[in-house]
């Protein structure tokens, strides 16, 4: 099976690291992933996190685009319920100008942070969430060149002009943000590492009900956590530990995460390690081949046409090494598709 592979970048922030170690680590991974032929990156915006420094997308995408040659570069994505379409716009116009056919612009809903946080980013701004497919319309307008849905724009144009448009994608956890993007004639990503449960009847209702428009025929993705290790030993060692983080985090306990060693040694109780064993639908964690099992069973349920891949590890050398170990069993070649 030929599967596209892509990246998710949250530019985690490791246990004695700072935001400069984090954007560090994902301009090698992208440069890196460049070279082993992923197709896309996209960059997570994260807001009031100290343990992701992802809060500007648009900023971090110029940087590593900047470092990388042939792979898409864009947003995973932008939270568009905060901000002006029109300036969303021209940020991709800007980066497509500079990187002419490799801009990705991907769009979501949800906050990205806590209810404060989202306050201040739409401070100033009086519209609702309700307002959110008018600003996709828009938004979508003003990046290809074409009459807005609000009439007041209608005269408007998104600069600087090009003679490529960024790729616009909706990015999305729930039946709602599939129908968006079915209306919209858009490309739609589900996030299954965020919602495994409603994947694949999201992305059929998203086929069933997709009207041409920016698209002519409906193309999708799926986002999955997934960790590749060398050894099922080594995979079963990620395990405990996104377990055990879940355990710490249902408890409401505060503090740095848990280490690979921590989660070694932990006394799991059989009913824990049950419940570690049920969760594996919303992540995908083993060696290569049980990881790319995984992902082909994923995609052959889904219908997805590529896969986005999310990972995260206490260190980045871990991170990094999955990365790698998957383009190998995939096969990645130059064009970032299995060859």
Known sequence: MSIPLGVLDQSPIGLGESAADAIAHSTALAKRCDALGYRRYWVAEHHASDR???????????RLAGETKRMRVGSGGVMLSHYSPYKVAENFRMLEVLFPGR?????????????????????????????YPAKVKDMVAFVSGRPPLTEAFQ???????????????????????????????????????IAP?????????????????HLRAPYSSIGVFAIAAEDAERADAFLRLREL?????????????PTLEEAVAHPFT????????????????????????GIEALVAESGADEVIVLTITPSFEDRLRSYELLAR??????DGAAS
């Open 52 to 62: 992701l420094a992802s809060s500007s997308p648009e900023i971090l995408i110029t």
């Open 103 to 131: 801009i990705d612009l991907g769009v979501g809903r949800a906050p990205g942070s806590d209810g404060l946080t989202a306050a201040a980013l739409a401070y100033g701004n009086p519209l609702g969430i309700e307002y």
């Open 155 to 193: 005269g408007l144009k998104a600069t600087p002009l090009a003679t490529t448009a960024p790729e616009v994608w909706m990015l999305g956890s729930s039946f709602d943000s599939a129908m968006y993007a079915a209306r919209f004639g858009l490309p739609y990503s589900h996030a299954h590492f």
């Open 197 to 213: 449960e409603p994947a694949v009847q999201a992305l059929k209702q998203y086929r069933e009900a997709f009207a041409p428009e």
């Open 245 to 257: 983080a879940r355990i710490r985090r249902d408890r409401g306990v505060r503090g740095p995460p």
């Open 270 to 293: 059989d009913e824990q390690l049950e419940h570690m064993r049920s969760r594996r639908s919303r992540q995908i964690v083993g060696t290569p081949a049980q990881v790319k099992a």
């Open 329 to 334: 069993e995939f096969g990645l070649g130059e």
